[in-house]
């Protein structure tokens, strides 16, 4: 590689690294579009029992209980369960009825936790 070609691509690959670096990849947990009430209604009730979820805020009059759904409330038990435990082995999995999402599921005073 010529030496203006390397003195071309520096800059770029630094921003590259610092913004990877500085926004990381922001990740929150959501129902899959594709998965039956009945099936996240199983990982509702897992995630928000065993699982250890706080799920304080899908309670009846509380933030997160709009829309009352169960898919709304199983995307913020998932979401809830895979960022307190995502660095102690938490997985956004829940037999399949779960997905990633880089866009942030917040919608009014309902705030979905993410912890880098
Ligand atoms: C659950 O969350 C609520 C509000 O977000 C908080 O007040 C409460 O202390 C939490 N409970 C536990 C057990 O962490």
Known sequence: MSKLKIWFLL???LVMIYSAKSDGWEEWCIADEQT???ELQVGLDWACGIG????SKIQVG??????NTVRAHASYAF????QKFKH???????????IITGLDPSHNSCHYEFSP
């Open 36 to 38: 039956s009430d009945s």
């Open 62 to 67: 509380q933030a997160c209980f709009w829309p």
């Open 88 to 98: 102690r082995g938490g997985s956004c999995y829940f037999n399949g009825a779960a």
């Open 79 to 82: 979401n809830n369960y895979f």
């Open 52 to 55: 250890g979820a706080n799920c």
């Open 11 to 13: 800059p770029l690959l």
